[in-house]
C-alpha cells in the first residue's frame, strides 16, 4: 500500500506563524506525525497555512500534480483537530483528490470547516480540539487507510469516520416489503419504529413580503434548465451537479435562438418557442419600464430542478442566495417547471 | 390466511392454489418434461411458438444460468413460468386467450427458472421518432462478476429469447408480439408440470373474515404512458384509469404484467408481480394478524400537479373506504413518480390512513418528502457505482448512450439504475440504503 501525507508549515516543522506562507513543497518519505502512521509514506506534501488560504487554486495545482504524479492507494491528510485553516485546506485537497480517483482519509474536529469543505468525498476520522490526542488520531486514520484501500470502509462501525452525507447500499436479511409491513405495524400499534430514510430538506419559513420592489434589485433564479443556446456549461439535463450565472444584462427578452431549456423533466419544445414563458425576462423588464421594478441584476441563475437530489438542490440554493445577498439583490424571482 | 396441504383444493372456487416446482437445472432435450428437479426443454419447440407471431422475424433461444460468464443486454422483462393447471387456456388471460378471472383455482409455477426477453429495438426501428418520451437507460442482467447479487435474475436459470422484429411493423405492434410470445413460452415451459406432485402447495385465501383486525392496503404505483412505457391489466394497459382495487391474487396470478422499459432498476418486471413479496406476505398475515383489504394500483407518470394530487386523492380515498387503517405506498420510477408517492402519503395521513412508504434513493437522499412520510423503507440507491465487469458473452444486442440513445461499444461501470429490478420499489429485494 502505497501512502502520501499532507501537512501544514507547523506539523511539517518548519515554523508556526511566520512560516504560514511557505507556498507548496513536496518532501520524500514522512515527516513529523507522518512517521508514527503505521503504513508506509512515499511522499510528504506540505503546504503553508495562509497560502492556502490566499492562493488556493495555484496550492491546489501544485499539490495535486504532485498527488497525480505519486499515484498513492490513499492521500492522508492532518489530523488538523480544531486547526480551521489546515483543516479547510486538508478538506478541500481530499476533495479534490477523490474526485481525480486517489482515495483521501483526514482527521480533524467534527466543527472543523474543513469537514465541510471535503463535501462527503473523504473519510475523516473525528479527533479532539488539540494535538493531545494525536497518538489515537494517527492510530484510527491509519486502521481506516487500509480499510478503504481494501474496500472495507463501509463496512466500518458506526463512528469510525464522520457521516459522508452519502448513501451507499448493503445487503440485509429482510426484504424491502417485509421492512414495510413491519414498519406499518409498528406504526398501528403506536411502537417505536426508525425510518429508513430522512428528509434532506429544510422547510423555508415564507419572508415577510418587501414592500416595493421599485426601490431594489431583482435577480431571475431557475430550476427550469434555462441555458444560452447549445448550452456552453453542458448543465445537466437531470440531476444538475452545480448552477450557472448567464449574462442578461441589455436584453430585452430571452430570444428562441438564443436561449433554450435543456431540462430533461418535460418536453421542451413548446416552451423553447418562449423561454421567456420559463425565465419572463420580457414582463419583468416591462414592469421595470413602468417603474414598477427597481433594477434587475444582470445575471440569470439557472440549474435543473429534475431529479436533482434535495439535498444537492438546498446547496444550491444557499449558494445562489449567498451570491445574491453579497451582491445587494433584495428580491429573487424564481421559477420553476 | 394460507392453508398448506397438498393435493387439490376441495374450494378451489374461491381460493388460489400455486403448486411450486423447484428447477434446478434446464437442460436441451427433444421433449419438454420435468425429472425430478430438471426442466427438459426442446428449444426448437420454444423458438417455433416465439417466431408464431407475425411481427418477428427472428428469434434466439438461450439457457444462461449462475456463475456463467454472460451478460444479459436490453431486458425487456422476465417472467415466471406458469400455468391454470385445470384451464390452461385461461394463462396470462387477456394476453394469451380466453378471458377468465385470474386469481382463482389451481397454478403451477416453475420456481428458480424465468423467461426473460431481449430485444434492441433500435436495431430496427426509429425508437425516439415513434415514441413521445424514448426509453433511455441500460437494462442488464449479469450471471456472474460484481453486478450479479443486484439482481435476481442473477440467481435464476434463464430462458433467454432474444427478439428481432420486423422493421415494417409499429414499434407497439412488435412489443405486444413480444409479450404475447413470452408468455407463451412460460405457459409452455410450466406445461411440464401438469400431473407431476409439486414440490410444495400453498392455498390463498381473501375472504371477509377478521373483521377486528387492523385494515391494510396496498398502495402500487405502476407506470403506464405509452406502448414500452406501459403496465397492462389482463392484457390491456393502465393508461388513462384512476385508482381501483385488485384482488390481491389477481396480481399473484398473471393478470398485472409489465411492458415498461425505462430506467431498468427502479421499475417492475412481471416476475416481481407473479411473486410479489408485498403481496405474499400480507396475504400470508390476513386472518391472524391484519385483513388485506386489496391491492390499489395507482399511476406513476401523471403530468400535472393537479393530477398527481387527484390520482393520490382518489387512492386515498379507496384505501379508506375500504377500511384500512394502514397502507403501504410503493413508488415506481425516479423523481416525477416519487413526488406521486408522497403526495399519495400526505392524501392518506390526511385521511386518518397511516403510511409506510416504499422508494428507492439517490446519491443525494430522497428526490421528495413530505413531513407526513416518517416512516420510509429505502430500497437502495441507484446511482450507486457497480464495478465494471468484462463478461465472455454479452446477449441482447448493442448499449446505448444514456443520455444521446446513440450506439457505444461499452456501457462502462453501471449504476444500479442499469440492471434490471434492483431497486425495484415494491420491496422485492433485500437492499437498503445506510447514511456513511
Known sequence: ??????????????????????????????????????????????????????????????????????????LICGPAFAAGRYGYACGVLAREAVRRGVPAVCGMHEENPGVLASDGAAYIVPTGEGVSGMRDALSRMSDLARAVVEGRAESAPPGTYLPRGQRANVFVEKSGADRAIEMMLAKIAGDSYETEAKPPLERVPVPKALESVASVTLALVTEAGVVPKDNPDRLEQCRAKGWHSYDISGLDSLEPGSFESVHGGFDVHVANRDPNRLVPLDAVRALQREGRIG??????????????????SLKFGHEIAQRLTEIGVAAALVTGT | MV????????????????????????????????????????????????????????????????????????VLDAIEPCIKADSPETTFAGILGQLEPLGLGLTNRLADVAVVPLCDFRSTHDVDREMEAPIRWHSIIDMDGPGRPYTHWGSTTNVVLQFTCKSDDPLAECDRAIRRATAGVARLLASATIGAPADVTETFCWDAEAADLPGIAAIIQVGADEPLLDTYFYGSSLRDTVPFLIDPREVLDGALTAGAYEYSGVRNPTQFYQRNKLVLSLLRLHGSRIRFVGVIPTLAYVQSNFEKSRHAMIAARLAKSLGATGAIVASYGTGNAQTGTML????????????????SETNGGLIDHVPEADAVISVGNHEELVREWEPEATLGGRYYDVESNSPIESPGPLSLMGYFGSSSQMGDTCLRTVAV
Open chain 1, 295 to 312: 433594477r434587475v441584476d444582470g445575471f440569470l441563475y439557472s440549474t435543473t430542478g429534475n431529479c436533482t437530489p434535495a439535498a444537492r
Open chain 1, 1 to 74: 500500500m502505497k501512502s502520501m501525507h499532507f501537512l501544514n508549515q507547523f506539523f511539517a516543522g518548519l515554523g508556526g506563524e511566520k512560516a504560514a506562507k511557505q507556498p507548496p513543497l513536496r518532501l520524500d518519505g514522512a515527516v513529523g506525525p507522518g512517521r508514527k502512521l503505521d503504513m508506509e509514506i512515499s511522499a510528504t506534501v506540505v503546504c503553508g497555512d495562509d497560502y492556502f488560504g490566499e492562493k488556493e487554486s495555484e496550492a491546489l495545482g501544485q499539490l495535486l500534480q504532485w498527488v497525480e504524479d505519486e499515484k498513492p492507494d490513499v
Open chain 2, 3 to 74: 392453508v398448506d396441504r397438498s393435493g387439490t383444493s376441495a374450494d378451489s372456487a374461491s381460493s388460489l392454489e400455486v403448486a411450486s416446482y423447484r428447477v434446478a437445472d434446464v437442460r436441451q432435450a427433444t421433449q419438454m418434461r420435468l425429472l425430478k428437479g430438471r426442466l427438459e426443454v426442446n428449444l426448437e419447440e420454444v423458438r417455433e411458438l416465439a417466431l408464431s407471431e407475425p411481427a418477428v422475424t427472428e428469434v434466439q433461444v438461450s439457457l444462461v444460468r449462475p456463475g456463467e460468464s454472460v451478460r444479459l443486454a436490453n
Open chain 2, 344 to 359: 399519495t402519503c400526505r392524501a392518506c395521513e390526511a385521511m386518518g390512513v397511516k403510511t409506510t412508504v416504499i422508494v
